[in-house]
């Protein structure tokens, strides 16, 4: 068994993804703590890269979009000593090098196209690497987990995948309805990703995944970011421990291989800030049924030094884990973005 030192050294050399960081500092929740807290946490927790959600499935425009993303831009230009902007697998690598926080840029959802297959290249050559195809409800593209009617993809939602391919943005499955998500699966000829997603295993919620899926996108060669929210990993107590989470990495190693296995943390740092944005949106919640009224917990990014040294102590080896931490959704950034 290696001690706890082995695994901090560990993290320390390793490249560090968290494929969900749900708000970015600029973004369509206003947060209390302000944008530079939000950065900050990824910073200080040494994450290497933050995939930053800048939209969901909320009634939006392309104008508000594109402003979100020029503020985000802004945001992060005027950080240079601290943050890069990245579009390749590679430069990541040189954010680590240069001990900078690399920040990349999605969305949740496809709403802020609007219907226009067009904007998906626009949007890619503006920084978005990764969109889901739903959150939650339906829209143009796809059902969300929450819909009884648990419909496939729509024709736009089959050419969206296709568009998504061809331009090199990640397929992301995370909220997404089973049917629709098994369509997309069958569809994507490059490897997807569900951002952040927990095994049903641990839970009986609508936002949890079957094995089914997990095996068919590892099939593509995909990618499963797993979530550090108590309410999906935790289904008796919904705690969100370190323990815990673990386990659930280990559920998708043992069923497909550590290849497939990442971490997508969907990190609230305002966890009541966001229940009142669940409650005031319960239309894109189920109705909001299967959460609680009260507080949700969240594993933090600054305890992923913990999540590394647990994966060392259960004798993982260090090339395992250092593929869990980032280097696994590396190989899917080079296989969908350096087309």
Known sequence: MQDAGTGKEWFRRSIVVDTTAPLAPIGSIQLRCGPDAVSRTYEDAGVTLAVFTLVDDYPNSIEQTIKLIAQNYQYFEARRDRCLIVNRADDVQTA??????????????TNALMGELGLVG??????????????NAANFAADGCHEARNA?????????????????????LTHVGLNSSLEALDLTAKPPVFSHSTPKKFAPHDRN????????????????????????????GGRATVSRFVDTIEYVIQLVGVAHAGVGLDYVIEPDTMMGYLHTNSALYGGGVQYPTGPIEFLSPARLIEVCEELARRRYSEA??????????????????DC
Do not use: P
Request: contains cysteine.
């Open 209 to 236: 995944i079957t094995d089914n899926q997990i095996k068919l996108c590892a099939q593509k060669q995909g990618l499963i970011g797993l979530t550090g929210i108590g309410l999906f990993m935790d289904g008796d």
């Open 122 to 135: 626009v949007y890619r050559r503006l920084g978005v690497i990764q969109m889901l195809l739903a959150y």
């Open 96 to 109: 680590k090098s240069t001990g900078k926080l690399a920040v990349a840029f999605a969305f949740q959802g």
């Open 320 to 337: 395992d884990v250092q593929g869990v931490l980032g280097q696994n959704y590396l190989r899917v950034m080079r296989a969908n973005l």
């Open 152 to 172: 496939g993809l729509s024709e736009f939602g089959r050419r969206l995948v296709v568009e998504m391919n061809r331009v090199g943005m990640i397929v992301d």
